[in-house]
């Protein structure tokens, strides 16, 4: 399987733990995307890789979350302290993204997600 | 703040009738949109893209309409099958910024 893969697919944990997810982009993909997803409604950007330097963060990340790709190929996702409000889907995306003559391009490719419920 | 939304949350068709599924948008400022679909339980995929400077863009038994003056898109899917039913999303985004925006998404359900 050459998709993007995420690992767990599901996450069950108590409130006030800390909880890890994997990403793995398809091959070569030099971006990678984290989103969240509530349930009816569209996945909300949570922050964006290039290569291994995190270039942008949203206002939703707040500092309980933190992710990383310390080699450019995987990433990782951590919430810390979890509270009821982070159950959600949490996808990752990768893009063979780039500049061509001004245009941002690169199609976003989403894996299937790791859904995290907080008791 | 500006955003990315959907007119209907639901849509009904028959199997073989063309749907048509709307989005409106109020960034003036997006370059680029995508459709997605997304079936129970998986992540998004990719339907077809289009450009700020295109109108019209054709796929297989998909068309994306963008309608830049009153910034609306439209999706439409040819022949409607039962493995179309899903959840259909539009996203935008700028070119200066890798921040895709989803609306809230459209369910799609084809009666056999």
């Known amino acids: 399987d050459t998709g993007v893969s995420q690992d767990p697919r599901h996450k069950i944990t108590k409130r006030g733990q800390n909880v890890t997810f994997r990403c793995d982009p398809i091959?070569?993909?030099?971006?990678l995307y984290w989103y969240r997803q509530t349930l009816g409604q569209g996945p909300e950007f949570l922050t964006y890789?290039?290569?291994?330097?995190?270039?942008?963060k949203s206002r939703l990340l707040s500092d309980r979350f933190s992710a990383e790709r310390p080699k450019g190929s995987f990433s990782t996702l951590e919430i810390q302290r979890t509270e009821q409000g982070d159950s959600a889907m949490y996808l990752c995306a990768s893009s063979l993204g780039g500049w061509d003559r001004g245009i941002n391009t690169g199609e976003l490719f989403f894996g299937e997600g790791s859904r995290l419920t907080v008791l | 703040g500006e955003s990315v939304g959907l007119h209907l949350p639901t849509l009904s068709v028959q199997e073989g009738d063309n749907s048509i599924i709307n989005c409106a948008y109020s960034?003036?400022?997006?370059?680029?949109f995508i459709w997605y679909k997304q079936e129970s339980g998986k992540g998004p995929q990719f339907i077809i893209d289009i450009r700020s400077n295109m109108d019209k863009r054709q796929g297989q038994r998909v068309t994306v309409l963008l309608n830049k003056t009153v910034k609306h898109l439209s999706l439409q899917i040819a022949a409607t099958q039962p493995g179309d039913s899903a959840v259909y999303f539009c996203?935008?985004?700028?070119?200066?910024?890798?921040?895709?925006?989803f609306g809230a998404g459209t369910r799609l359900t084809v009666k056999p």
């Open positions: 996203a935008e985004r700028e070119d200066s910024n890798n921040d895709m925006r």
């Open positions: 960034n003036s400022a997006s370059d680029y």
């Open positions: 091959s070569e993909h030099n971006r």
């Open positions: 890789f290039q290569n291994e330097a995190q270039l942008e």
